[in-house]
């Protein structure tokens, strides 16, 4: 059966009320409609949903999703629902009678998308068997490799799909997924036919920042206090360090729950249910927050720690800014950290592949170079101009002879007989008469406070940039000692120049805001009357704000200023469905607020 590009477009506008399609998501559907099997990788909020919702609709028979998350389900089918599609998902949250009642309307045909999670994927088949599926959607495929950065081991039985429904397409989508990664996915799936469409990776609407890890939480503080109104993730590394962050955060009057691995499935549900509904606008989790988590106004994402890959980092920050408009991305940044993960992989069965990962990552935190094209490379994408939305491109690195210093840091090494960490090597140059220092005698050496003049802070910069230079070495599995390498004896005793970076103050807030408002560029006033209004629509309806109208779509409404229903329509989306629903609504404000203008 062939689908026309008339009758594609007019679903997309009539469902789902865009006019055109994004990226590449126009061959995906098309392929997906043929019946071939697909692995698309494309960035979070680059719409892949789309590419198996909209092939769904036209196809016939049920399409069966499966995904890792009920939060995901929930989300994605009540926003379905609110389009008048015919869409339900079975899971252990949802009572027994209620996913009975699913069963029920899947043998009456009466739906045309299943969300399931994949441990109940086997256990369905022999209720449904005269149930035509249309095809297998698998959300978060980066999950079936063990190559991936989420492994989960339920997603390794999806491969009897294709031995069980041969004639049934595949279509599998992740965030992310390297070439090992895209290629474990292909061959754990069974599918070495698979067509791969990779999306761009950039997401020119983030801001992207690195800074040293040093009073963090006052930083945070500080960031949150200029952002009173705005919703955001912070991710640590620790469950311990979620919940004594959320202590301090709401002591400090900012409104935040602890997420992580150690609370209840109900509890994680209505912490994931109260961000989505902005009743709660800030989440302090670890990494086992967010996947899949379908909330557009995400205005920041923090990292307490250094993530463990790219592929990670690069998926949370993905969770803001969803919508198109600004988010920042502020990662910080320490060697603490470094040394940490060092020791969490030792024990990982692949090391060698999780360290380089980890090099990767510190490259990315340690670069002077435009943060965005860094990343864009790492994912195969070259050639990208500087983007000046990063911190290096607005504050960019100034040179100086760093020589004496680079001279003065080594020796002091060398004089502690390269036994020493970072930090005691710093306590020592600067003539630091803390315990450690004086229970070794280290006041007595030579180079005791030839530093003095320089701050900790500094300092320990100029050291991880020689680290970078290939100056001196660090031994993480020594309890991060420092050596010197040739290059340190050159410039100690060849007098070899070094230039070093100055250490420059974070960039400053009135900047980044600056370029998020060019970026936004709407009539706020309109703006936020638009949003008030979804925020009743959404409590009179019982659904999260973003399922009436995402910010994007309230975004152009603030843009475009529709005055009639016809023009109205031509929203991005705006579909049939929410024009009759929710049309003359936002039209009255829109018209009202024109008129006092």
Known sequence: MVISQEKILESLKTHFGYSSFRFNQEQIIKDVLDKKNVLTIMPTGGGKSICFQLPALLMEGTAIVISPLIALMKDQVDALKANDIPAAFINSSQDSTINYQVLKMLND???????????????????????????????????????GHDFRPAYTQLGYLKKKFPEIPIAAFTATADKATRKDIVDQLNVPDATVHISSFDRPNLFLEVRPANNRLNQILKFLDARPFESGIIYCLSRKS?????????????????????????????????????????????????MGIDKGNVRFVIHYNLPKNIEGYYQEIGRGGRDGLPSQSLLFYSFADVIQLRQFIDDATNKEYQNA?????????????????????????????????????????????????????????????????????????????????????????????????????????????????????????????????????????????????SIQKFVAAQKVQKIQKEILNVDAA????????????????????????????????????????????????????????????FLEVIVDHLALE
Not at 127 to 141: G, H
Not at 437 to 447: F, N, R
Not at 470 to 483: N, P, Q, S, T, V
Request: with cysteine; hydrophobic share 40%.
């Open 109 to 147: 045909n009466k739906l045309k998308l299943l969300y399931i999670a994949p441990e109940s994927l086997a256990n369905i088949f022999p209720q449904i068997p005269n149930v035509k599926i249309s095809l297998f959607a698998i959300d978060e495929a980066h999950c079936i490799s063990s190559w």
């Open 242 to 290: 979620t919940e004594s962050i959320t202590a301090k955060l709401n002591k400090s009057g900012h409104k935040a729950k602890a997420y992580h691995a150690g609370l209840s499935a109900e509890e994680r549900i209505d912490i994931q249910e109260s961000f989505i509904a902005n009743e709660t606008p800030i989440i302090v989790a670890t990494i086992a927050f967010g």
């Open 357 to 501: 990962k980890l090099d990767r990552m510190q490259q990315y935190a340690e670069a002077n170079s435009c943060r965005r094209v860094v990343l864009l490379n790492y994912f195969g994408e070259f050639g990208a101009e500087n983007c000046n939305n990063c911190d290096v491109c607005l504050a960019p690195p100034k040179y100086f002879d760093g020589t004496l210093i680079a001279q003065k840091v080594c020796s002091g090494i060398a004089r502690l007989k390269e036994q020493e960490s970072t930090g005691m090597v710093i306590d020592v140059l600067r003539g630091a008469q803390n315990a450690q220092v004086l229970e070794k005698k280290y006041q007595h050496i030579k180079t005791y406070g030839i530093l003095k003049n320089t701050s900790w802070l500094d300092l320990q910069q100029y050291i991880i940039q020689m680290i970078n230079q290939g100056i001196l070495e660090i031994r993480f599995h020594e309890k991060g000692r420092l050596l010197l390498t040739k290059l340190a004896k050159d410039i100690l005793f060849e007098n070899k120049q070094v230039s070093l970076v």
């Open 526 to 585: 309109l703006f936020q009357k638009l949003k008030e209004l979804r925020l009743k629509i959404a409590k009179e309806e019982n659904l999260p704000a973003f399922v009436i109208f995402n910010d994007a779509s309230l975004r152009d409404m603030a843009d475009r200023q529709p005055q009639n229903l016809t023009d109205f329509e031509k929203i991005s989306g705006v579909g049939a469905v929410k024009l009759e629903k929710f049309g003359q609504q």
